[in-house]
């Protein structure tokens, strides 16, 4: 697998990390195969996208895909993209606990 075969998912999943772009050819895709999280926002995921020599930051709102299955909540991805599924505000967080206890032990 190159990096020209691999999407990047980062946030509040279960697995970070690269996925085979041949497995997750779309956000939801992605989604399922990262490990699902209750915690996640579906109104503010974000997609980073080079395009040639300039980066493309894509909000998505995977909630309308759901919701009324728009399919725009549920992009096709590219190689190379990669995805930041953020976590719902006031939901629990484990690292948001240890890094606070890091930061007032002086760990950070």
């Given amino acids: 697998m190159t990096a020209k075969d691999v999407v990047y998912v980062l946030g ?12 997750t050819p779309d956000l939801v895709s992605a989604f399922i195969r990262s490990g699902p999280s209750q ?3 579906f109104k503010n995921v974000e997609i980073v996208r080079r ?3 300039q980066v493309v930051r894509m909000r998505i709102r995977m ?6 299955g728009d399919l ?11 995805i930041h599924f ?3 505000k006031g939901s ?17």
């Fill in 63 to 68: 909630n309308e895909y759901f919701n009324r």
């Fill in 12 to 23: 509040a999943v279960g697995f970070q990390g690269p996925l085979p772009l041949s497995e």
């Fill in 86 to 88: 953020q976590q719902e």
């Fill in 51 to 53: 395009n040639g020599l």
């Fill in 39 to 41: 915690s996640v926002d």
């Fill in 72 to 82: 725009v909540g549920n992009p096709v991805l590219q190689s190379g993209d990669t």
């Fill in 92 to 108: 629990f967080s484990p690292l948001r606990v240890v890094g606070a206890l890091a930061s007032i032990v002086g760990l950070t």
